[in-house]
């Protein structure tokens, strides 16, 4: 079960295409679905880069402990993109992280 955290310090204008979209490339990472990804989005937020308040935004990705990373770093440049593009910042403000959890549950 991915989950997958954003925060910005701008307006969500479109939060259904974000998550969508997310949702979309979360299935780079063999073995993961949207269909098991939960999404949270965090607006408006205090968040500061390089000391400034000027658009900014951190995606921070969490999997399962033995998740296959052979595509991890095409996930990763492709949530940059995603949200540069949904939230209109620039690539260069971004942070996007991905890590694993070894202890995951849910009920199916």
């Not at 259904?16 to 299935?27: N, P, Q, Y």
């Not at 770093?73 to 620039?90: A, F, G, M």
């Amino acid at each position: 079960m991915p989950y997958i955290s954003v925060r910005t310090n701008v307006e969500i204008k479109d939060k259904e295409a974000l998550k969508k979209r997310l949702g979309e490339i979360i299935t780079v990472i063999p073995g993961k679905t949207e269909a098991r990804t939960m999404v949270s989005l965090h607006e408006n937020v205090d968040l500061y880069f390089a000391g400034s308040d000027e658009p900014c935004a951190i995606a921070e990705t969490l999997v399962n402990a033995g998740t296959d990373h052979s595509r991890d770093r095409e996930y990763l440049d492709l949530v940059i993109t995603v949200l540069s593009e949904e939230l209109k910042i620039s690539e260069k403000r971004i942070y996007s992280l991905l890590d694993e959890e070894d202890m995951w549950f849910s009920r199916k």
